[in-house]
C-alpha cells in the first residue's frame, strides 16, 4: 500500500512534458505554459513552440512579403473550404490582411494573414480527424 502511494505521488508530481508521449504532446504543453518563442528538448532533440504560420511572418515586413504571405493563406483556405472545414472566422483575417496591406501595415498584414492560414490548417487537420474517426459520430 506504501509503495501504491509513493508512485502514485510521484505520477503526480512528475511534469507533463516528461509524461509527453508524443512530440505534438509535448508541444502542446510546451506552448501552453511558456508561449510562442521558448525552446524544448523531447527525446534529446530541441524544438521551438512557433507554429509554422509565425515563422512565416518573421520576414522583411514589404507589400510583396505580405501578399504573398496572404496568397499561402488563402490558398489554405480554399483547401479547409473544399473539405467543409472553414472557420468562420478565417475569412475575417483574410480581409483584415488584404486592408492592411492596402494601408501599407505590412508587418499587420503577415500576422493577419499567418493566423489566417493556421486556422486554415487546423481545420484541415480537423477534416483529416473527422475523416479517420467517423465511427466516434455514430450514435451507440
Known amino acids: 500500500m506504501k509503495k501504491t502511494l509513493l508512485l502514485s505521488a510521484a505520477i503526480l508530481l512528475t511534469p507533463t512534458w516528461v509524461m509527453a508521449e508524443t512530440l505534438q504532446e509535448a508541444f502542446e504543453t510546451h506552448r501552453a505554459m511558456y508561449g510562442k518563442d521558448h525552446t524544448f528538448t523531447w527525446q534529446g532533440k530541441e524544438y521551438s513552440t512557433n507554429h509554422p504560420e509565425e515563422l512565416e511572418a518573421r520576414v522583411e515586413p514589404t507589400q510583396g512579403n505580405a501578399t504573398a504571405l496572404l496568397e499561402l493563406a488563402k490558398a489554405e483556405n480554399k483547401k479547409a473550404a473544399s473539405a467543409g472545414y472553414e472557420w468562420k472566422l478565417t475569412r475575417g483575417l483574410l480581409k483584415n ?18 493566423q489566417a492560414k493556421y486556422h486554415a490548417r487546423i481545420g484541415i487537420e480537423q477534416h483529416a480527424y473527422a475523416e479517420k474517426n467517423w465511427q466516434l459520430s455514430v450514435p451507440q
Open 97 to 114: 490582411a488584404e486592408a492592411a496591406i492596402k494601408e501599407g501595415e505590412y508587418q499587420r498584414a503577415l500576422n493577419l494573414a499567418a
